[in-house]
């Protein structure tokens, strides 16, 4: 995996069909002018169909305009992404060498300031991918101009191009520890389903949600539009979204909800993030509360832990996010491995829903990233920080119904 999701390739390769556009768009305006060219009769009707040709060729010459425009703004944040990739990488594996130096000798101090070096260019490296992200999202908004059903509409078939497969309920992964987020920013939605996935009922929830279609060959999904339920068929998952399986690499109920909740909310309103509640409510047509970690009222974090626990015990899913901080945290954490309690240096990224595992009588918590084993950050591991470490950092705690 690498050390900063994405894939530049696939990038590259929606950029490829999207001007297939323009390429088709030019076709249709050439056989547009020639008709137009051919016009020999005079009167209302050789007027009306002048009208109509030139409403069609000014429509193609638009749409392929924007599909160029589209295109290009793909290929720049490739571009980026490469770039950003590369030094990722070699940053990644900087610090892991610098690291490893520093274990074996706790004076080594200039192993230490190298490792804090090295996690400095890789946080650089996923920040600049993440504003060429933002970048690109803007240019290609502004290229489809107002037609944003358009643009949804064009994003669902570039990126929802892989099959399902007829398996997932009875042989696809339902464990939160195999979830990778990849390159679509739907954390709001993954951390709530893997909250919902660390129990039976929750499991049991999704499936009674699910169902196959052998006819259709997808799955349908309910979810919930002001506690209403609403059926979307599912055949196709997003082939850069959530990969949930063993290793990362198959097709689980994560994804099918991913898929349903885009073509749901509309592919731009998934990638574009959310809130955990929504997607709570969404996913179970119940009502979700959230916590505020600053506030000290008698609806805040601190005086609602108890309550917290005793919800996420009994099954409802708790999610963490940084509340609209931007930036990485680096913070010294813990981690069970081996059945010992190690503590160990983590990143929390800025602005990401985490699941919540477990909280503990003294108040710390202990969260799990939905990008999964192998990422940069915390390597997949649930962590666990400290009371006043969690309230610093996180910013927000959504909890769910417990599923009835």
Request: aromatic fraction near 6%; charge should be negative.
């Amino acid at each position: 995996m690498n050390a900063l999701p994405g894939d530049p390739t696939a990038v590259r390769t929606v950029a490829a069909t999207v001007l297939e556009t323009t390429t088709a768009m030019t076709e249709v305006g050439s056989i547009v002018g020639a008709q137009r060219t051919a016009l020999s009769w005079e009167g209302d009707a050789a007027d009306a169909v002048e009208r109509r040709l030139t409403t069609t060729l000014a429509g193609a010459d638009g749409l392929g305009s924007a599909a160029a425009d589209v295109a290009a703004a793909l290929l720049d944040y490739a571009d980026v992404l490469d770039k950003a990739q590369d030094a990722a990488r070699d940053a990644a594996a900087d610090a892991a060498r610098a690291r490893r130096r520093y274990e074996a000798d706790r004076f080594d101090l200039l192993a230490y300031a190298e490792h804090a070096v090295a996690r400095g260019a890789l946080l650089a490296a996923g920040a600049a991918a993440q504003v060429a992200a933002r970048v690109a999202a803007d240019r290609i908004r502004a290229a489809m101009g107002a037609g944003v059903p358009a643009a949804d509409a064009l994003a669902d078939v570039v990126h929802r191009d892989r099959a399902v497969p007829d398996d997932v309920l009875t042989r696809g992964s339902f464990d939160p520890e195999d979830v990778q987020q990849h390159a679509i920013g739907s954390c709001y939605v993954l951390s709530t389903l893997m909250g919902l996935l660390r129990t039976d009922a929750g499991d049991d929830f999704l499936r009674e949600h699910v169902r196959w279609d052998p006819a259709r060959r997808g799955y349908v999904v309910t979810l919930y539009d002001d506690g209403k339920p609403v059926e979307v068929l599912v055949d196709a998952v997003y082939d850069e979204g959530v990969e949930h399986g063993p290793g990362g690499n198959g097709v689980g109920i994560v994804s099918i909800y991913e898929a349903a909740l885009g073509l749901h909310l509309g592919y731009t309103d998934l990638d574009n993030g959310g809130l955990p509640e929504h997607a709570m409510e969404t996913i179970t047509g119940r009502d979700a509360d959230a916590y505020s970690t600053t506030d000290s009222g008698r609806n805040g974090w601190a005086r609602s832990q108890d309550d917290i626990r005793d919800r996420l015990q009994d099954g409802a899913s708790v999610t963490a996010d940084t509340g609209g901080r931007p930036d990485p945290t680096e913070v010294q954490a813990q981690v069970r491995r081996n059945g010992q309690v190690v503590d160990v240096d983590v990143t929390v990224s800025g602005a990401h829903a985490y699941m919540v595992e477990r909280i503990e009588a003294d108040g710390s918590v202990w969260v799990r990233n939905p990008w999964g084993v192998g990422n940069p950050y915390d390597d997949g591991e649930a962590f666990r920080l400290t009371a006043q470490d969690f309230a610093r950092i996180f910013g927000r705690v959504s909890v769910s119904e417990v599923p009835a």
